[in-house]
């Protein structure tokens, strides 16, 4: 059984950082994407980035470009979402999520982790 733990949210000023982290467990994320996305409430949940689990290729939504950075260590079995410079916009919950494919939208994700709550304050 696929398991996707979030870590590393909490309360931050405006122009601040966080680095969010998601421990991958129960399977080979070989040929896998990995994604975070975030929901704020009353809102859809929306794409923030992307990474291949083998390969370097990166996608972010226009959003966050220039300010987050997503990143994997495969011996840690570990996703990363480094946040720079935050806004109060940027709060939500932020999720990690996996499935078979890199893609920007919620279902194609087969896994989804618990969530990690992001609030930046102004």
């Known amino acids: 059984q696929v398991q996707l733990v979030e870590s590393g949210g909490g309360l931050v000023q405006a122009g601040g950082s966080l680095r969010l982290s998601c421990a991958a467990s129960?399977?080979?994320?070989?040929?896998?994407?990995m994604g975070w996305f975030r929901q704020a409430p009353g809102k859809e949940r929306d794409f923030v980035a992307a990474?291949?689990?083998?390969?370097?290729?990166?996608y972010y939504a226009d959003s966050v470009k220039g300010r987050f950075t997503i990143s994997r260590d495969i011996a840690k079995k570990t996703v990363y979402l480094q946040m720079n410079s935050l806004k109060p916009e940027d709060t939500a919950v932020y999720y990690c999520?996996?499935?078979?494919?890199?893609?920007?939208?919620?279902?194609?994700?087969?896994?989804w982790g618990q969530g990690t709550q992001v609030t930046v304050s102004s």
């Open positions: 999520a996996a499935g078979p494919q890199i893609a920007t939208v919620t279902d194609s994700y087969d896994y």
């Open positions: 129960g399977r080979a994320f070989d040929s896998f994407g």
């Open positions: 990474i291949p689990w083998i390969g370097s290729r990166t």
